[in-house]
């Protein structure tokens, strides 16, 4: 829809996927830093990773600074192409490390020592995706820092 000189569209889809993307990662990061929502907080979090997974610490750190920090890059659309790499690239090893195994679909029968598929971190790789080629929008922060 047409509406002056801009699109309707333009002016909101990214903050459409900004939103929901930039709170669901900035609650699973919460889980891991602080151990809020139910979890383990940051020792809990490296000594899963590590022995449950073979992560080694520094990646873990890495992929909790992504989570953490990139959504609320998202949330704000600040350093919005950024923060949608490093969440791109935690919904990768996602993939690859824990949920390729389970195949595409969730276990929404939530089947005891079936884990879920690949199905939930394909969505929200393709919204960071689009946000880290698109930007931030209209509504984000970096139009505030980064004037040109």
């Given amino acids: 829809?047409?509406?002056?000189n801009f699109e309707v569209t333009d002016l909101i889809a990214p903050l459409m996927l900004r939103i929901p993307l930039g709170l669901i990662?900035?609650?699973?990061g919460s889980q891991k830093l602080l151990g809020l929502f139910g979890g383990q907080g940051l020792t809990g979090t490296f000594k899963t990773f590590e022995e449950?997974?073979?992560?080694?610490?520094?990646?873990?750190?890495l992929a909790i600074i992504a989570e953490f920090g990139g959504g609320f890059g998202v949330l704000t659309g600040?350093?919005?192409?950024?923060?949608?790499?490093s969440l791109s690239a935690v919904m990768l090893v996602a993939i690859y490390k824990?949920?390729?195994i389970n195949g595409f679909f969730l276990n929404a029968g939530c089947v005891p020592g079936r884990g879920h598929?690949?199905?939930y971190n394909i969505a929200l790789l393709g919204m960071a995706l689009y946000l880290l080629l698109s930007g931030g929008g209209k509504w984000c922060l970096d139009r505030l820092v980064f004037r040109s």
């Fill in 1 to 4: 829809m047409a509406k002056g």
């Fill in 98 to 100: 824990i949920h390729w």
């Fill in 78 to 85: 600040f350093l919005t192409r950024l923060s949608a790499a």
């Fill in 117 to 119: 598929g690949i199905e």
């Fill in 52 to 61: 449950k997974m073979g992560i080694p610490p520094i990646f873990t750190l």
């Fill in 25 to 28: 990662f900035m609650a699973h």
